[in-house]
């Protein structure tokens, strides 16, 4: 698991890292991770997971994190389908990373960020992060929180099955400007304790 540790807050007000890093203890608590990272920045991120134990493959990495559509970040630095197309500074890194991946639905990237796989940037960016990455990717349609809704996940070479609409309270599918809450009634909704993705999501 990565967290991005730079949602620090004020002074009295803790930001969303320190939430990230208590469920990061809960989930080894209850046996879910193996190593969990902090991160300011996706260079730093998949530097770790590249290195980390190298002669071990990786079964499932979460990140948890903040997210727009098609774009989730570490601190400043986005990673969108452009950012997986292009040859630039994250490429190298991510094909680090994916090589040791297992393969197809035997490897798991879950975003847990709001927004990642919502609308038309959304699906593109779901398309081309399983094609680079050679394995399963997951994220989610709406803001999340403790609840976290519009969960899906897509396999290489397939087309996202889910509505570029959803979740979406304002602008249009290729132009998205607000997003809605997770609720409990809402699609392919989990809660932030769920550490495995239902069937059929």
């Not at 190298?54 to 499932?60: F, L, V």
């Not at 389908?81 to 500074?89: F, H, I, K, P, V």
């Amino acid at each position: 698991m990565v967290f991005d540790r730079t949602c620090r807050g004020r002074p009295l007000l803790p930001g969303l890292s320190h939430a990230w890093w208590a469920g990061s203890w809960l989930y080894r608590a209850l046996g879910r991770l193996d190593a969990v990272r902090d991160a300011g920045s996706w260079d730093e991120a998949l530097d770790w997971l590249a290195g980390f134990e190298p002669s071990r493959p990786i079964a499932e990495i979460q990140y948890w994190g903040h997210g727009k559509w098609g774009a989730p970040r570490v601190g400043h630095q986005v990673m969108d389908e452009q950012t997986l197309l292009r040859d630039g500074s994250l490429r190298p890194r991510l094909e680090q990373v994916a090589a040791r991946m297992l393969p197809g639905a035997q490897g798991l990237l879950w975003f847990r960020t709001c927004e990642a796989f919502g609308a038309r940037p959304g699906h593109r960016f779901a398309r081309a992060c399983a094609d680079v990455m050679g394995c399963r990717v997951a994220g989610h349609t709406y803001i999340i929180g403790h609840w976290q809704s519009g969960l899906h996940s897509l396999l290489p070479g397939e087309t996202p099955a889910w509505a570029d609409d959803e979740a979406l309270l304002a602008g249009t599918p290729e132009r998205p400007q607000r997003a809605a809450w997770s609720r409990l009634r809402a699609p392919n909704t989990v809660t932030f304790l769920h550490g495995r993705i239902p069937d059929g999501f």
